[in-house]
């Protein structure tokens, strides 16, 4: 059983109120939204990702013969329960925001209308799914923000809190506009291109560096790019262009060199040096090493010679803000507008949609988050995707994807791109939205 497309892959409390909900007759539509509550520290937006997960899992939602009788033994549920899983399909809508889409916190970018059994019973990896790749492409869309269009390839499989986080970090953050991945995988599921060069362990399994350099570069004859800093990182360099004018002989062109510890910007200028004078100006400098947004925008901003990037951990794991405050909520049930009240974590009622609104010259300038039937100016963000259990349309590749994406961060005015926290940005709750609490309050 394969653990990332188990039905089980939930919480426990998922059938417990699922039963109780069948006990009791309560099978009419829900609607339940995902939105964020707050921005995690230094945040001033978010990229929204991983539908594309969700509608799959939604689409093949069923238990197997093997984890209904596991059920069945473990003594958690009703017979009753087990019958209604044993033929279970999802028949409910899904709106959603495209993948990509920048927004803020309070705006739904995902609505499930279904049987209200079906609803709350996917919560779990809904949320599970939605959070990683949000969490994931918010992060490195940052990196993108302050690379000025320099490549940034994924390197964080190996420390990536699983394989999936793994996999599926290499698409968020090729989606928020990285170049590519280190990760296969990526590449076969998701058509991500791949990028690679070699490790310490290879230049110090050779008794000689530069022997290490020849047999790398025998075999990788289309990408010849050397890690250069095992030892001593300038003379490397100074093997590496002694080295290519014996490849060049046989056909070799050495691609570049790869810097991975160090200071990287004052390595870089000494390499750049010793390439450039060695005749191999196209040779390009590919940094890596516990970089994120942060280290990349020094490294920018002090005019360091590094024609690529590849960040990992810090990015794969979202360091600085490993989770969001997120959430999936009941919000109308049998067509009557639910609201929670709890201190801290009170939610708008009813289902929704958000406008947004341009300045002239294109940056975002405000949104409207407003009840689903009060048509407003602007653009409406939530599209309908699912109809009945069924998708509406293919999937848009994820090369379109990218380029919403691209599109979404080009409109984000100046101040949102800071990697500092700045003033928030103008997200207003309608007149309608306001009285339609007010209404429940009353009744409440």
């Known amino acids: 059983m394969n653990p990332s497309t188990s039905a089980l892959l939930m919480d426990l409390y998922e059938l417990t109120m699922v039963q109780a909900y069948l006990e009791q007759g309560m099978e009419e539509p829900a609607v339940f939204e995902f939105f964020v509550r707050k921005l995690p520290a230094r945040r001033n937006f978010l990229v929204a990702a991983g539908l594309e997960q969700v509608l799959d899992y939604l689409s093949e939602l069923r238990f197997s013969q093997e984890e209904l009788t596991w059920l069945d033994q473990s003594r958690q549920v009703s017979s ?3 019958d209604y899983l044993g033929t279970l399909r999802f028949t409910g809508d899904v709106e959603s925001m495209p993948e990509g889409t920048i927004f803020f916190p309070h705006e739904p970018i995902l609505k499930i209308v279904a049987p209200l059994p079906q609803a709350q ?53 090729y989606l928020a506009g990285f170049a590519g991945t280190a990760t296969v995988l990526a590449g076969m599921t998701y058509g991500i291109p791949l990028y690679g060069t070699m490790a310490h362990s290879f230049v110090q399994a050779h008794a000689d560096e530069t022997l290490a350099f020849e047999h790398f570069a025998a075999t990788q004859r289309a990408n010849v790019v050397l890690l250069i800093d095992t030892y001593d990182t300038e003379a490397a360099a100074g093997k590496v262009v002694s080295l290519a004018r014996k490849l060049r002989a046989n056909g070799i062109i050495v691609k570049g060199v790869r810097l991975d ?43 360091a010679l590094i024609d690529s990037f590849a960040v990992g951990t810090a990015m794969t794991t979202s360091s600085d803000a490993p989770s969001l405050d997120c959430a999936y909520k009941l919000q109308e049930y049998a067509g009557r507008p639910c609201r929670k009240r709890s201190e801290g974590k009170a939610t708008w009622p009813g289902r929704k949609q958000v406008y947004r609104h341009h300045t002239p010259d294109g940056h975002l300038d405000h949104d409207f988050v407003t009840t689903h039937d009060d048509r ?27 380029r919403h994406a691209a599109a979404q961060l080009g409109q984000l005015p100046e101040s949102l791109r800071a990697l500092e926290t700045m003033p928030a940005y103008d997200v207003r709750i309608s007149l309608a939205l306001q009285d339609l609490a007010q209404t429940v309050d009353r009744r409440l």
Do not use: C, W
Request: charged letters at 25%; proline letters at 5%.
């Open 376 to 402: 407003l100016p602007g653009e409406p963000l939530l599209q309908l995707v699912m109809k009945n259990g069924s998708r509406l349309v293919p999937s848009p590749g994820l090369a379109e994807l990218r």
């Open 261 to 303: 510890s160090g200071d990287l910007s004052d390595h870089a200028r000494k390499v750049r040096r010793i390439l450039d004078e060695g005749g191999l100006p196209h040779a390009q400098i590919l940094a890596s090493g516990n970089l994120d947004e942060y280290r990349l925008r020094d490294l920018i901003r002090t005019g």
């Open 121 to 173: 019973l996917v919560e779990s990896r809904v949320m599970n799914l939605l959070n990683y790749q949000t969490m994931v492409a918010s992060k490195a869309a940052r990196s993108v923000l302050v690379a000025g269009g320099k490549p940034l390839i994924d390197f964080g499989l190996r420390r990536a809190h699983g394989a999936e986080a793994g996999l599926l970090a290499a698409r968020a953050s």
């Open 80 to 82: 009753r329960l087990l």
